[in-house]
């Protein structure tokens, strides 16, 4: 069994139920963010299960100098504070510095570390020492047990708030893989893991100067990770994600989540919740 961290009055890990993190990949305007969140909220209310919501206000480990970032983080925790406000739903967003962490700790419920930055050992600390919760997505490079050593870092502050998430292992040149075995390697160790469907049906530079993606893989992903067991799933969704700014190739379709969703806790429920 994985440790119990509550959010926000959310049980989240242990024996709660699976839940959900979701939201478009970046912050592109405030209308896209409101109306994708009020939809999330509502389609997770339907079918009880427990819903954050994410948004990155920066991209910044984006393909190319050019590509779309987001609205930088005073503007993008403003937005953040008003999902919060306005949808009672607990929010979550990036940090990729030591510089960021306390002005993000103010806003947002669940601080993310990037992939890219899972193994950079003062970042982990201050996101820690903030006592909030933190998921840490483990690197394209890692194996499985490699996530052992971050949660020593992160933990070595007292803090146990923590979510490991598997978003995909390289696979030769602009290509992932998920290696189910990883996911109870991961829980093992006794914290939540979440599984990142989006990142893992990402093709890295597979368009030359930006990211593609296979998101017509999402939902067979997602039967498995589900079936193998797993604390949470995280989907980055948009209205139209042929027209988004970024990562649009991977993201789930706002219309495809009521039919997605329902069919995951469906197996999860059958698998888990009838032992």
């Known amino acids: 069994m994985t440790r119990e961290i509550t959010i926000a009055g959310l049980k989240l890990g242990g024996n709660n139920p699976l839940f959900l993190v979701a939201g478009p990949c970046v912050i592109e305007n405030e ?42 983080i005073e503007k993008g925790l403003s937005v953040l504070s008003d999902v919060r406000s306005r949808f009672g739903i607990p929010v979550i967003s990036d940090v990729h510095s030591v510089e960021e962490v306390k002005l993000a700790s103010e806003v947002l419920d669940v601080l993310q570390i990037p992939a890219f930055l899972c193994r950079q050992t003062d970042l982990i600390v201050a996101a820690s020492k ?3 919760p933190v998921n840490i997505k483990k690197g394209q490079f890692l194996a499985p047990w490699d996530v052992k050593n971050i949660i020593d870092k992160f933990t070595s502050t007292g803090n146990h708030n923590l979510f490991i998430t598997e978003r995909g292992a390289s ?26 469907v989006t990142h893992s049906l990402q093709l890295p530079g597979g368009q030359g100067s ?19 067991g797993v604390d949470g799933l995280f989907m980055e969704v948009h209205p139209e994600p042929d027209k988004a700014l970024c990562d649009g190739p991977n993201m789930i379709p706002l219309k495809s989540m009521p039919h997605l969703l329902k069919t995951i806790k469906n197996i999860h429920d059958a698998v888990f919740l009838q032992r």
Do not use: H, W
Request: glycine share 8%.
């Open 31 to 72: 209308d896209i963010v409101f109306s994708t969140a009020e939809r999330l909220e509502e389609i997770c209310k339907e079918i009880a299960l427990p819903f954050l919501f994410k948004s990155s206000y920066d991209k910044a480990n984006r393909t190319s100098l050019s590509s779309f970032r987001g609205p930088g």
């Open 130 to 132: 903030t006592g909030k």
């Open 171 to 196: 696979f030769g040149y602009n290509n992932l893989v998920v290696d189910f075995r990883g996911l109870p390697i991961m829980r093992s160790f006794g914290y939540p893991v979440i599984f990142d």
């Open 210 to 228: 930006c990211s593609g993606g296979q998101r017509e893989f999402a939902e067979p992903l997602l039967r498995a990770a589900v079936a193998v």
